[in-house]
């Protein structure tokens, strides 16, 4: 009798080496940032096809503002040229994009064109692309802690009343119900770290580590990942019968 293949709906990948990417090939880091943006768009489609609900991508973290000036204003910018080059693309494939994060910090030509990509595929019933942009999940726990603080001070919500699931609700990727942990996380360019990406929510992903930077992991290593993933054996701390 067969295995039963795992079921992976909701993929997160910490896209990172763009930096290294460029200065592999003598060229300024923000080459890097260009081509990796380039690479969402081929793994996004590549992802679809592959039937994942929910792809979140790690963007931008809140720890990216100490950067050089001239590399976070670059890396600002390229919300306005994704969406602005990948738009038609994103809606002939009915792409959702969701983005997370403290949106309000953002300057307004990237807050305006990221609220304007997430208002026209609002409709769209496919992938949901979710960007993770000025996005901290140490900051977005204690967002959701102070929330929860504001309803027992209101009176509305006792300590006793809190469950993991409340708390899973509270967080930004609360929205996707049933899918919001990922099943996987894939992290590029051989570094083995989650640099404060979704902290509560990996609590059981299953974790991957390419050595390949951003700009080169293709659709076939998308696809290795998957079918590695497919086949593990996912105890969430139990015992499988086949362990005994």
């Known amino acids: 009798m067969s295995k039963k293949k795992n079921q992976l709906n909701h993929l997160a990948i910490i896209m990172d080496g763009n930096g290294r990417w460029a200065k592999k090939r003598h060229k300024p880091r923000v080459a890097g940032h260009y081509e990796g943006m380039n690479n969402v768009e081929r793994i996004t489609l590549a992802a679809d096809k592959l039937g994942i609900k929910i792809l979140t991508l790690y963007a931008f973290s809140t720890e990216n503002w100490a950067r050089p000036k001239e590399e976070v204003a670059y890396l600002m910018n390229l919300p306005v040229r994704f969406f602005d080059r990948f738009m038609p693309t994103l809606m002939e494939n009915n792409v959702k994009v969701n983005i997370m994060g403290y949106l309000d910090e953002l300057p307004k030509n990237t807050y305006d064109v990221v609220e304007r990509a997430m208002a026209e595929t609002a409709h769209n019933t496919g992938l949901i692309l979710n960007f993770a942009f000025n996005y901290g999940s140490r900051r977005e726990i204690t ?48 570094e083995q770290r989650i640099s404060n990406f979704l902290l509560w929510q990996l609590a059981y992903s299953e974790l991957a580590f390419s050595d390949k930077y951003w700009p080169d992991f293709n659709k076939d290593d998308l696809k290795y990942f998957v079918e590695n993933f497919q086949n593990r054996n996912r105890r969430f701390g139990k015992i499988n019968e086949s362990d005994s």
């Open 143 to 190: 967002s959701a802690m102070k929330e929860l603080g504001g309803m027992i001070e209101s009176g509305s919500l006792t300590s006793d009343e809190i469950t993991e699931d409340m708390i899973s609700d509270h967080l930004m990727t609360g929205n996707f119900g049933k899918y919001r942990d990922p099943d996987l996380l894939i992290r590029t360019s051989g």
